[in-house]
């Protein structure tokens, strides 16, 4: 037997559809119940309430604007189509790419020959001479006639050499260093001679055209700089210089003398 | 030269085809016929839910406008996907679902852009929910149409109050006047589910509208 109290009623009044749907025993109950009989009066009122919101319409363009987004959906899909059909389709999608890689290289050697070109713009002789030549290492005879280019004084039978050993030059795209020459619109070379041995000076060498005081000047000497000065008699000495930064050299000198005199800016 | 009363009579295959869609013909077999390319047989489909579906997505934002580009926005999307339509449930169920997820979705953008109407700002004394701004107008009403006006605005604003979870079903159910089966397809929920939101709508509800109980 079913049993009837305020809980399933309040349920059945809640699912019903129409207060007719309720069955007799949820009739009878709320005849002789207050609190369920005022429950089914509210929630009567309030579906009355809700349902007498009309149906809102449509605009009269509603058709017409369905059928123009329709229709740019349709030419957005072509589009769509077109695109999946390039990449979808194995031999078009590989001559793209053939056309992509070949693109590249082309640029890659435009580029190389554009460097050139700057490069040779930018060898001029005011530009510090052999540091602009910084696309291969120095090997050791080239790093000597660049020390010997340069006045250096140093004592008598003394020579210059390296003291750091050589390194594989950092490889920089041709591009990148000429357009680093010319940046701000001026003519500078700069060089790093970390990356290349440093050059050896004999004293005989350097000062061969200097009467007495042997002195040797460096240029570019706003970059940091170390000294290494090897006397005959055993003797070293090291002189770091902050402002210079291409390397270190070693001065080989016999008789002591005073390797820096007469030292203007940008001479040592 | 003969002179034409009607466009019908240039026999146009257009006029024949709408001979041919008439009330009688079932969302299915429209749908059958869009799937084949017949343009005619959607826009069928499009004005016999266009108002129904453009009325419920107002019921759920309280905006026209945006209900009608929601509404269209349901249409195309059935377009979309009429090849992947599945003929299990009525048609009507599938595309109310579509526009219940679309309207949800508008909703929370709004919440997240906090677009607040500038009569929103007006708190109940709790502090818990927005209440629009309601002045008491203490003159005599004119006639019974506009106390009816009043009135459904006042369940409008009561019904845009409620929390999209409670809204939908509410007005699938007593506006609409959806099943709970058709209900729990539409939300994808179950019928218990379903009757108790309602339910727990209709207390939030009658909170709100206590002056007009």
Redesign the interface.
């Known amino acids: 037997m079913r049993v009837v109290n305020c809980k399933t009623v309040g349920r059945e009044i809640e699912e019903a559809d129409h207060e007719k749907n309720l069955t007799a025993l949820a009739m009878g109950h709320l005849g002789g119940c207050e609190q369920c009989q005022r429950f089914y009066d509210e929630r009567r009122k309030l579906r009355q309430l809700v349902a007498s919101l009309e149906t809102v319409a449509a605009p009269p363009d509603f058709d017409l604007r369905v059928r123009s987004r329709l229709a740019n959906e349709r030419v957005g899909a072509r589009a769509g189509l077109f695109t999946n059909f390039t990449f979808g389709f194995p031999p078009l999608g590989l001559a793209t790419l053939v056309l992509v890689i070949g693109g590249v290289f082309t640029l890659r050697a435009w580029n190389a020959s554009t460097t050139n070109s700057i490069a040779t713009l930018t060898e001029t002789p005011q530009a510090t001479g052999p540091s602009t030549q910084r696309e291969q290492p120095l090997t050791e005879p080239e790093v000597r006639a660049n020390a010997e280019n340069r006045p250096l004084p140093i004592a008598k039978d003394g020579t210059v050499e390296a003291t750091r050993p050589a390194r594989q030059p950092k490889k920089r795209g041709p591009l990148r260093s000429g357009v680093a020459l010319l940046r701000n619109g001026r003519r500078l070379a700069t060089r790093e001679f970390s990356s290349t041995p440093a050059p050896v000076v004999k004293q005989e060498e350097a000062v061969a055209s200097l009467e007495s005081s042997p002195i040797f000047s460096i240029e570019a000497s706003s970059q940091p700089l170390r000294l290494s000065l090897d006397y005959s008699g055993g003797v070293s000495r090291t002189i770091s210089v902050p402002a210079l930064s291409f390397g270190s050299e070693r001065v080989l000198a016999g008789d002591g003398l005073s390797l820096v005199k007469n030292s203007p800016k940008g001479a040592w | 030269m003969e002179t034409l009363s009607s466009i019908d009579e240039l026999g146009f295959p257009v006029a024949l085809r709408q001979e041919v869609i008439t009330n009688s013909t079932s969302d299915h077999s429209l749908l059958e016929a869009t799937r084949t390319g017949d343009?005619d047989a959607f826009?069928e489909l499009?004005?016999r839910y266009?108002?129904?579906?453009?009325?419920y997505i107002?019921?759920m934002t309280n905006d026209?406008d945006g209900?009608?580009d929601l509404?269209?926005?349901t249409?195309?999307r059935v377009?979309?996907a009429v090849d992947r339509y599945q003929s299990s449930y009525a048609f009507s169920t599938y595309i109310y679902r579509i526009a219940t997820n679309l309207a949800i979705s508008e909703l929370r953008k709004r919440k997240r852009r906090r677009l607040v109407s500038l009569t929103g700002f007006f708190q109940n004394h709790d502090g818990s929910e927005n209440c629009e701004l309601d002045p008491v107008d203490n003159r005599p009403l004119q006639d019974t149409e506009l106390v009816?006006t009043e009135?459904?605005i006042a369940?409008?604003r009561a019904?845009s109050t409620l929390p999209e979870k409670y809204r939908a079903p509410?007005i699938l159910r007593?506006?609409e006047?959806r099943s709970?089966e058709e209900i729990s397809r539409i939300l994808q929920t179950s019928e218990g589910t379903v009757?108790s939101r309602?339910?727990r709508a209709?207390d939030f509800?009658?909170e709100k509208?206590r002056a007009?109980?």
């Open positions: 343009d826009a499009v004005s266009r108002n129904q579906i453009t009325s107002y019921r026209y209900a009608v509404a269209q926005e249409f195309v377009y979309r009816a009135r459904r369940v409008q019904i509410l007593d506006v006047g709970y009757k309602i339910s209709r509800l009658r509208m007009y109980l």
